[in-house]
Every structure is written in structure tokens, then in C-alpha cells.
């Protein structure tokens, strides 16, 4: 049966290249896992202001973008939404209308949306047909594409792969004893070099005006797996083991799928789907905004202030000349990550005299990262950026463990029965050993393996033409000093420097969690920062680098040190780097801080452990710390860590504006002095990477949140590791994108708001002058609040301008003991001032 001439469809309606376009914008961008980094989940609306991206989202896609009505009244009822701000917010957007509005707000029943448009077209081939054309194509899709992509789970690759994904099909048909078709038509149609997307789709759909609409309906069917395709097409360096695909090769194959099933299905012939006129409309058209809409957004606004209010009256009020610190008996830059901030805070209730600083966790120093014997390196710095240059890792002594029932050999025949027999058992005993004292293993994904702390690093480039695969091995003298300079500058740590300093990364320990990139440094390209604190360190103890600085009016002592460290926040645990060459004083003063450092994190630990249920904190400290740990590498445990869920807040000033605040672990903090940047240059520097790292960590778990089915990634107890890009469940469902339902179900979805210390008229043109960090705050994607420097007056960012913020808060209570209160409650803790 030879293959059917198709009539080309009419020209000038159904636009190929402009269609796959916009799926490319519209699918989820969710990078493979070993690059798992936040970002907004519906970052295809962005250019939109955020209230018309989420009804837009909600009406073409399906998402549900906001809590519903019904929970929004039952927190105003239990008092998680202020009165007094709701009704604030009415007055402002209904006029003279408010007793209507009011009513609306809190009583009257509207009208649900209407149905999404998304999948209808589709939906017809069930409905007018009876067939779930779904079932039929999809599991044999998947398994396609997982072995086509697999990044090593597999014990055999995929044939011809380096032909590329339609070609390697093409290969296998020429050259198999079976079909991927179960019918001839289709396995035909494949071996045709001038195959095209319209070709098929005038088989499958009758008027060429629905075929932007059908391939829609058709990707969106399983938008995990389209849109990694779509992030490979466009990034293929996102693969360790690279492989060529683009969104054109799958729609080519699923559409020959989709034909080939029903020919099985309908033996003696077919016609093409037909749809009633309402169909026709544009999919992407403006989605009209109801009542629903517009209530639903002062709900949201409501929930929103209610929580910044008290936390805007608590920094009000604040004294930053006054908190300052006088003497210092030593320093610590660690990561703005809001995980960070409660191990700050408890170091600095230890020790009055310590100052803490918070920066983006890479410390300004961009590279990729090369551990001994890997033949692959990673990038250890924000995803937008591209380094320049390589950081190998020498002498290291570190071996790779294993476990020995975790061999290859055990997906053979002998090998496979032999091993059963042996080690089989052998891993059933350490199961159950497991169950009831969990210790970390070589499966552990622990943040201290990065690097050998005891190997060396090549951060000098010794040598002009020193490269590697095009990249410069370390930094040249002038490149540290640039790079040293910025950090110093951006955190406003430029004179009075404690004899020792410490520069503290942060990764994450996790067994069987295949999420481990997300609960590291998002800063470091979802890697820890070790490699990072080492490199800064060396830069900052360089003698030549110091001099050079001096010049540039930044003197460091010579009897400072800077040591770099790392903070595993699953664990609280941290290890120091390079300790060695401290004078006998300096060594005695690192043994007492590094005794404070572990009292923080015992205090720390506790703190986190009060939302873990099967974890006693009313225990001692040390007791609590040590539940922690065990706890982190259980095998059992899908709750390791909670990461960043609560985040809400972005805090840009002096420590001395929120040291003397509690603010239960919900705020990024970068460090930034207004008095050395009057003209907010150096603020552009900080809010171009802080409203996308925040924003996107933020955005994340908000609409994860709010949709954990569609927008986030549901239970992660049936997810299975689909060739080690992504998370599917069962074997033969679609890659799940967003967060898991473990990871978000105590975070409430609230915006992130930035505060800045620094004078209204300076943030507004520091926010200016870059687009892509102007359009976040343009469009309400992030709220931000001007703190001013000299007034302490309150300035809101409404409509592109900062208007005054008078809040509503008047008292705020105060805390005189953080054990304490850790062991009131579970939930989230109202802001504090501490004495």
C-alpha cells in the first residue's frame, strides 16, 4: 500500500513557522534536572501585567492561577486577612460603589469561569468519535522520546541517535524486524524527506483555519515533554550526552501516530475532524474579564498586604545608625537565600559583636567547574549568564564511592541472577536498617561532594593562552581585582574589616529526591557554592589583589583573613575551606567562632524542625539537630527539606535595618549601602539578578501552589526518574513541570515584595535602566517599597510611579527568646522586633 497523494492545504492561513513560535513560548521552559532552576511558571505572560497574565492564563491554558473564592473568605474569617486592608482596598477601586462592592467581596455568589480553550478541538475526537486518541498514542510517544533523550538510566543507547531524532526513526524502521506503526500508511509517510506538518494535518483536520488550534490542543496534551524538547532545540548544552530534536520532528512523529491509530481504529476509512463554528475563534484572543476576575484580585491584594503591612511597620521603625555595630569580632558573607537568614540571625544573637552581610551565593565570581577525572564541567553561576571561564579542580584524593548492588551487571541474564542471590539480600538488610537509622550513603547527593576541600584550584591564570574547550583557565590579576572590587562595593563592605571573614556557600543533602538542583544555590546554576567561597577567599587573601584594591580606595588589613566555608541547609552542617596559614591569634579566634557557628546551627536546626511533624523540637537544641540529620538522608522522607517554601519578601539595605527583626525565615537579604551608591549604579547591578532569582523562586512556588496539578508537579511519591531529565508518573506519564505538592503545601501564595533602603527617585531610574528588570516591577510580576534613607517615610511602586505607603500595622510585639517561640506553633509566625 503505497502512501496517499495530500493536496497541499491553501496558503496564506495556516502559518508553519509562526504556530511553532508561539507553542515554543507558551510551553513550560522547566530545564532537565540536573539544571533545575526556579523561574516563573508563566513566563509566556510576562510582558502582561500580572492580574490580565493570570486571567489570560486561566482562560486559554486552563490554570488555576489564584486561590479559589471560597478559601480567600474562609482565611478572612479565621484572620489571616486584615479587615481594615480589605476594606482599604475596596474604597480604592470602587468609588462611590463600595456597600456593592463590599457585597461582592464577601457574599454574593459569581459566576465560575468559563471553560478553558485549550484541548476542546481535541476533546472532539472522543466525544464525536469515541476515541481517546490520547491513550492510544501517548505511552508509546513517551517511551520514544525518554529513550531517544535518556541520559544514562538506560543500559543501551538509542540506535543512530547521532542522526538525529526524525532520521534515527527513519533508521530504525529501514532497519527493524518490527514497526513503531501499526499500520503501513504511516511507517511509509516516515521514509518521505518532504514530509510536512501541513501534509498531515490536512488528513486530520478538515478546515485549515483549525490547525494552529489542533497543534495546540495536541502539545499542550502533554506540555512536560513538548516543552523539554523545546528547551533542548533552543539550548542543546542543557544535555550532558547531547542529542539533536526540535518541537517540528516530535509534531512530524506525533502527528504520523495520531494517523496510524486511527487507521487501526477505523479500518474502513475516516473522515477528518470537523468542529462547530465557535472553535474557530483565535485561540489566543484577549480573554474577557468577569466580576470573578475582579474580585479574586482584591482577594489576592488583600492577602498580600496583610502580611507586608506589619513587616513594613516593623522596618519603619528601625534605627539602622543605631544598630550599627561599633566593634566587630568577625564577618560573615553568606547567600541572600531566605533559608540563610535564620542561621544569620542566630549567629549574630550569639555573638552581639559579629556582622553578617548577604550577596547573590556565586559571590560574583562566574565560571564553569571542573572536578578531577569528570569529563564534563558545570556551570557554578546565575543560568543567564555565560562564563568565560574554567576552574579545575587538581590533586584531588577523593574516590567515588558506589554501592555494589547498584551495578550494570545486574541487567543481565547471569549477572542480574547472581547479584539477586547475593547482594540482593544484602540490600534488603540495609533497607530495613535504614527504616530505623538512616545514615548517609554513597546515593546520598551530598552538597560536600562537589569538591575535595583538600584538592587544589586553578583560580590564577598563570599563563597568556591558558584555555580549555575555548575556555580561560582562572582569572587574570586584573580580573580578580574587578571581580573582588564589585562584591566589596555591592554588600558596602568597604572599610572596617574584622581579622577574620568568612564567605559562606550553601548547598543541600537529599537521598532519593530527584528535585536535589533545586534545594541547592540557584545562584550557582542549581549547584552548592563551595567551589565559589574558595575561589573569592583566594581572590580576596591575594596579596597583589589587595594592593590593587587599595588603590581603588578599599584597604584591607593584613591581618584579615577570609576563609570560605559552606552551609548544607538540610543538614546544618558547615565545613570550612583553607584554614591553613592562620597566624596562632587568628587560629585561637577561628576555634571560638566555629564553636558559635555550631551552636547556630544547633539553634537553627531547631527552628526548621518545628514544621517537621514526626520531629520533636520541644527537645534541647543539639538533640533536635541530631533528629535533623537522620532525617535527612531517610529513605523514607519526602520532606528533607522545605526549602523555600513561605518566601515572600527581598529586603536590599544595611543588616542593621532587619537585624533587630524576625521574620521567620521569609525574606531574601542582599546587603547594599545607599551611601556609597547615590546614583543607584550599583542597584542596577543588584535588582538585575534579584528580581528573577527571587521573582522566579517566588512565581514558583506561588503557582505551584495555587495549581499543583498542572502548574506544579502533584505527589512526588508516584513520580518516577524518566531518563534523568525529568519526573513522569508511573512509566508512561507525561514529565510533571513546577513543584511537587511536598515541597509547597505549607507556602502561601503571596508576591514577592523588594524593599530597598535607598530615596524613591533613585530606585525608580536604577529600575529603569535595564527592560527585562524594569518589566518586572512594571507589570506587578514584584511588588517593591522604597524605605527612605533618611525619613524612614514608606513609598509604594503603583502604576510605574512611587506614591506613599501609609501602613495600616500600628504595634508589632516583641521577642526576647527564639527558642522559645520556635515551640509555639507550627505555623507561620507573625513578625517580631527582638530585643
Known amino acids: 500500500m503505497t502512501a496517499p497523494a495530500v493536496t497541499a492545504p491553501r496558503s496564506g492561513v495556516f502559518d508553519e513557522l509562526a504556530v511553532l513560535h508561539d507553542l515554543k513560548h507558551y510551553l513550560p521552559a522547566q530545564a532537565p534536572l540536573k539544571d533545575f532552576v526556579h523561574h516563573n511558571s508563566l513566563h509566556a505572560f510576562q510582558q502582561r501585567p500580572f492580574y490580565e497574565a493570570l486571567r489570560t492564563a486561566s482562560g486559554i491554558l486552563g490554570y488555576s492561577t489564584s486561590l479559589t473564592l471560597e478559601e480567600f473568605r474562609r482565611r478572612y474569617a479565621q484572620g489571616e486577612i486584615n479587615p481594615d486592608i480589605l476594606m482599604r482596598l475596596i474604597r480604592e477601586q470602587a468609588g462611590d460603589q463600595v456597600e456593592h462592592w463590599t457585597e461582592l467581596v464577601l457574599q454574593a455568589q459569581l459566576d465560575p469561569f468559563p471553560p478553558a480553550r485549550i484541548g476542546q478541538l481535541r476533546a472532539l475526537w472522543k466525544k464525536d468519535r469515541q476515541l481517546d ?319 575535595d576541600h583538600l584538592a587544589q584550584l586553578t583560580i590564577e591564570n598563570r599563563a597568556q593562552g591558558d584555555r580549555e574547550q575555548g575556555l580561560q583557565i582562572g582569572f587574570t590579576l586584573n580580573e580578580m581585582t574587578l571581580r573582588a572590587e564589585g562584591l566589596l562595593k555591592s554588600i558596602g563592605l568597604i572599610r572596617d574589616f574584622a581579622p577574620l571573614v568568612y564567605i559562606v556557600g550553601h548547598g543541600a543533602s537529599s537521598l532519593n529526591n530527584p528535585y536535589y538542583a533545586a534545594y541547592d544555590c540557584g545562584a550557582c546554576c542549581g549547584r552548592p557554592g563551595s567551589v565559589n567561597a574558595r575561589v573569592i577567599s583566594y581572590i580576596l587573601n591575594h596579596p597583589e589583589v589587595r594592593k590593587q584594591l587599595a588603590e581603588k580606595g578599599i584597604e584591607i588589613p593584613d591581618s584579615t583573613r577570609f576563609i570560605g566555608a559552606l552551609h548544607d541547609t538540610t543538614r546544618d552542617e558547615v565545613v570550612f575551606y583553607d584554614e591553613t596559614g592562620l597566624s596562632q591569634a587568628q587560629q585561637a579566634q577561628h576555634a571560638r567562632t566555629a564553636a558559635i557557628f555550631q551552636e547556630a546551627l544547633d539553634l537553627n536546626a531547631k527552628e526548621r524542625a518545628r514544621r517537621f511533624e514526626l520531629t520533636n523540637s520541644l527537645q534541647p537544641p543539639k538533640q533536635v539537630h541530631d533528629a535533623v540529620k537522620r532525617r535527612s538522608v531517610s529513605l523514607f522522607e519526602p520532606r528533607p527539606e522545605l526549602n523555600h517554601a513561605t518566601n515572600a519578601l527581598c529586603i536590599v539595605g544595611r543588616r542593621a535595618l532587619t537585624r533587630k527583626v524576625f521574620l521567620d525565615r521569609r525574606a531574601f537579604l542582599n546587603s547594599y549601602d545607599y551611601r556609597i551608591d547615590p546614583n543607584g549604579d550599583l542597584l542596577t547591578n543588584i535588582l538585575r539578578p534579584a528580581a528573577p532569582v527571587t521573582g522566579g523562586i517566588n512565581l514558583e512556588y506561588f503557582f505551584s501552589r495555587v495549581d499543583n496539578q498542572k502548574l506544579g508537579a502533584g505527589s512526588k511519591l508516584p513520580h518516577n526518574v524518566m531518563g534523568l531529565i525529568g519526573v513522569a508518573n508511573g512509566n508512561d506519564g507525561d514529565l510533571r513541570t513546577g513543584l511537587p505538592s511536598q515541597m509547597i503545601e505549607i507556602h502561601n501564595p503571596i508576591r514577592m515584595m523588594i524593599i530597598v533602603e535607598h530615596f524613591p527617585e533613585v530606585i525608580e531610574a536604577a529600575i529603569q535602566r535595564h527592560e527585562p528588570t524594569h518589566e518586572w516591577f512594571r507589570n506587578s510580576w514584584i511588588n517593591l517599597v522604597s524605605i527612605h534613607p533618611e525619613t524612614h517615610a514608606l513609598f509604594r511602586l503603583h502604576q510605574g510611579h512611587f506614591v506613599p505607603y501609609e501602613p495600616l500595622t500600628t504595634q508589632i510585639d516583641k521577642a526576647s527568646n527564639l527558642e522559645r517561640l520556635f515551640e509555639t506553633r507550627t505555623e507561620d509566625l507573625p513578625v517580631y522586633t527582638l530585643n
Not at 244 to 259: A, Y
Not at 281 to 294: I, N, S, Y
Open 133 to 451: 486518541l490520547d491513550s492510544r498514542v501517548h505511552p508509546g510517544l513517551f517511551r520514544i522520546l525518554c529513550s531517544y533523550l535518556d541520559q544514562g538510566i538506560a543500559i543501551w543507547n538509542f540506535p543512530h541517535a547521532e542522526l538525529g531524532f526524525l532520521n534515527a526513526l527513519r533508521a530504525l524502521e529501514q532497519n527493524s524486524l518490527t514497526s513503531l506503526f501499526r499500520g503501513e500508511r504511516a511507517r511509509q509517510w516516515l521514509q518521505q524527506e518532504d514530509l510536512s506538518i501541513p501534509r498531515l494535518l490536512a488528513e486530520l483536520v478538515a478546515d485549515e483555519r483549525l490547525y494552529a488550534r489542533y497543534l495546540f490542543d495536541q502539545q499542550f496534551a502533554h506540555p512536560g515533554w513538548s516543552g523539554i524538547v523545546a528547551v533542548i532545540e533552543q539550548q542543546p548544552d542543557t544535555l550532558i550526552d547531547q542529542r539533536r530534536i526540535s518541537l517540528h520532528d516530535l509534531i512530524l512523529f506525533e502527528l504520523l501516530l495520531e494517523l496510524d491509530a486511527l487507521d487501526e481504529h477505523f479500518p474502513h476509512g475516516w473522515l477528518p475532524l470537523s468542529a462547530p463554528e465557535a472553535l474557530y475563534e483565535d485561540l489566543l484572543a484577549e480573554v474577557p474579564e468577569t466580576p470573578l476576575h475582579q474580585v479574586l484580585a482584591l482577594w489576592q491584594e488583600a492577602f498580600e498586604w496583610s502580611f507586608y503591612d506589619p513587616v513594613l511597620t516593623a522596618l519603619q521603625h528601625q534605627n539602622p545608625e543605631q544598630n550599627a555595630l561599633t566593634e566587630k569580632s568577625f564577618q560573615g558573607l553568606f547567600c541572600i537565600d531566605d533559608r540563610i537568614g535564620s542561621f544569620r540571625q542566630h549567629l549574630e544573637q550569639l555573638d552581639a559583636q559579629c556582622e553578617t552581610f548577604g550577596t547573590p551565593g556565586f559571590f560574583g565570581v562566574e565560571f564553569y567547574f571542573q572536578p578531577e577525572h569528570s569529563k564534563s564541567f558545570t556551570k557554578v553561576c546565575p543560568g543567564p549568564i555565560t562564563p568565560k571561564y574554567l576552574i579545575k579542580e587538581q590533586g584531588s584524593l577523593n574516590k567515588l564511592q558506589s554501592e555494589p548492588h547498584l551495578h550494570k551487571q545486574s541487567h543481565q541474564l547471569l549477572g542480574g541472577l547472581l547479584i539477586t542471590q547475593t547482594l540482593g539480600f544484602w540490600s534488603a538488610v540495609k533497607l530495613g536498617f535504614n527504616l530505623f537509622k538512616p545514615s548517609l550513603t554513597p546515593a546520598t547527593a551530598s552538597s560536600f561532594r562537589h569538591m
